[in-house]
């Protein structure tokens, strides 16, 4: 999917051949075993992952994955869209990705601890805070961003906070980490409702996923006056016309560790779900659910892509030829998350800690301006709003390649 969509870029802006091949491909792709003695005693072998797709506009910064369905090839499509969100967003970082093939909900505590530092110490070669700093991803929290810090530091002799993001506050983390992703899939899609011209208080959303990224855009939304119809995790799906109450679905989440079980709205079959009538459907778990089989039968005038890739390619020229609904490309709608990552190290390298209201103020307002500038884009060349992101990236990344020249 990264790659078609790429080629399609690429031909779009009329990139030479030369440019197309050294923007296209990853710098280094980074394959280690990593084993780890087991809480019975036994050992076992993990395969880890890091892509990093350029160094070209500065460290390579992106997420770090523990997920059953981790493999090299994933990792390299997920680093090269960390590069075109570090591109649009106009951050010094190229993009990468990271993940170890696990699954992350039948490990222990300690087993997880020890694979999180066997990793780091695998890694060490290749990252640090001006090389390639990683954040948490899918299974992965502040909890393993602290044991990275502790381990990359401990083997430096000092504290490196800028070495990974999405750390704890008290590990100088940043005010506003947490649910910046969220806050700004919320918040972008609050922009969308405007220039439909929908009254918030008016608009419902069906959010996918109740992660990171999908809790803290229903808390979003619900904070702006939106009303959250339908929510899904891996357990199941709920669903209530009448409107959910995030208070309550947050407590319960909290008590019993997901959404099955949730009385206040009815159980709906999660792919069902996604079909229901809404303003904005916000797909903020995995990808490639949003594909040639129910992209016809959206129902949401919105699609704000909270998750990364969830919407296939075939479903992408389904969406562009019904031309009815607003799409919010991943990497616009969810920058948020890299964005506060930025702010972070920058805190981290200056040694000084920004209040939560600057962050936030500081995101919404790079936000909107890669939103005007997408939207513009997409209006001048008659372009999808993901062709249009896509387009304003790579050619960034492209013209800094240009400007750079060829070694030797
Ligand atoms: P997360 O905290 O692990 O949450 C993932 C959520 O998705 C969980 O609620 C999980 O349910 C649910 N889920 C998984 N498969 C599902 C399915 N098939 N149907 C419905 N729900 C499903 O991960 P996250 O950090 O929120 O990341 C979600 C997506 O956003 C990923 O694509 C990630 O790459 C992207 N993203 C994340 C960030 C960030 O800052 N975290 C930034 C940019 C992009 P259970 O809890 O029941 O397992």
Known sequence: MAATQFDLVADFLGLTEEL???????????TVTVPIRLDDGSTKVFFGHRVQHHLTRGPVKGGLRYHPNVDLGEVAALAMWMNWKCALMDLPFGGGKGGITCDPRTMSMGELERLTRRYTMEMIPFIGEDIDIMAPDMGTNEQTMAWMTDTYSTHAGRLIPGIVTGKPLALQGSAGRTQATGHGVAFLACRALNKLGIKLTDATAIVQGFGNVGSHTVYGLANSGVKVTGVSDVSGAIWNP?????????????????????????????????????????????????????????????????????????????????????????????????????????????????????????????????????????????????MAAQSLAVKTVAEVKAQRGLFP
């Open 20 to 30: 197309r091949q050294r923007t296209k491909w990853p710098k280094r792709l980074i």
């Open 242 to 386: 009448r409107g959910i109450d995030t208070r309550e679905l947050r407590d319960h989440v909290a008590a019993r560790g997901s959404i099955a079980g949730f009385t206040e709205a009815d159980p709906i079959d999660p792919a069902e779900l996604l079909t229901q009538p809404c303003d904005i459907l916000a797909p903020a778990a995995t990808d490639m659910v949003i594909h040639k089989d129910n992209a016809g039968q959206l129902q949401c005038k919105i699609l704000a892509e909270g998750a990364n890739g969830p919407t296939t390619p075939e479903a992408d020229e389904i969406i562009n030829a019904r031309g009815d609904i607003f799409v919010i490309p991943d990497i616009l709608c969810n920058a948020g998350g890299v964005t506060v990552s930025y702010f972070e190290w920058v805190q981290n390298l200056q040694r000084f800690q920004w209040t939560e209201r600057e962050v936030l103020t500081k995101l919404e307002t790079m936000l909107e301006n890669a939103f005007s500038r997408v939207l513009a884009f997409a209006e001048r060349n008659k372009l999808s709003h993901r």
